[in-house]
Every structure is written in structure tokens, then in C-alpha cells.
């Protein structure tokens, strides 16, 4: 059985950083797709990063060149950098793993099959 466990957010001001992490256990195939979704309250579960199995990356527009995604397979772990926070990217904060082989990563959060609990995050000075 796969669980995966978020960890990392926090309460930072406007320009700030954090650093989350989402570490699996169970069998996760290093093929799978691995992303971030955040969801604001009142709206819907945004993806925010993706990554395939080849490292390849896959950033949402209003977070390019300010997040970064990476996965260490050896550690079963998923990190999302986030840097210059902005109060718009505020919620919570959840790891997902799409299980499947080539396919694409980039695609809603419907398609993915296994979630964190989910790791809260304001911004906000």
C-alpha cells in the first residue's frame, strides 16, 4: 500500500521560502509521474509541478521560475522549492503519484492515484 507523507509548510511572509518534502513508502515505481496540487480555499486542487521519470519538469505559469520540483528515487522523496512566496500561493499543499507508465504528468488531478494528507501553507505578512 503507498502512503505518502507531506511535510515542510508553514506561515511565511510575502518573498519568503520553504523548502516541502513528501516521502513515500510502499512500492512506487520510479517510472510514475510524481507532481504537486495545491488547493485555496473555495476553489479547486491546482497542479502546481510535475515531474516524469526522466527528470523532466512541468511548472504551472504562475509558478515558473519560482518553484522547482525534484525527486531523490532513492529516498522515495519528492521536494518542491518554493521561493519569492506570494499570499496567491497560499493553501494547502499535497503530493500525488499517477500510476502508470508513459504517460503524461502534465494532466489534472483526477488521473492521479495517490495522494498525501496535504501540508499547509500562508503567506502573508
Known amino acids: 500500500q503507498v502512503q505518502l507523507v507531506e511535510s515542510g509548510g508553514g506561515s511565511v511572509q510575502p518573498g519568503g521560502s520553504l523548502r516541502l518534502s513528501c516521502v513515500a513508502s510502499g512500492y512506487i515505481d520510479s517510472s510514475y509521474c510524481r507532481a504537486w496540487f495545491r488547493q485555496a480555499p473555495g476553489k479547486g486542487r491546482e497542479g502546481v509541478a510535475f515531474i516524469d521519470r526522466y527528470g523532466m519538469t512541468t511548472y504551472a505559469d504562475s509558478v515558473r521560475g519560482r518553484f522547482t520540483i525534484s525527486r531523490d528515487n532513492a529516498l522515495n522523496t519528492l521536494y518542491l522549492q518554493m521561493n519569492s512566496l506570494k499570499p496567491e500561493d497560499a493553501g494547502m499543499y499535497y503530493c500525488?503519484?499517477?500510476?502508470?507508465?508513459?504517460?503524461?504528468?502534465?494532466?489534472?488531478?483526477?488521473?492521479?492515484?495517490?495522494w498525501g494528507q496535504g501540508t499547509q501553507v500562508t503567506v502573508s505578512s
Open positions: 500525488a503519484v499517477r500510476a502508470a507508465v508513459g504517460v503524461r504528468c502534465n494532466v489534472p488531478s483526477s488521473w492521479y492515484n495517490y
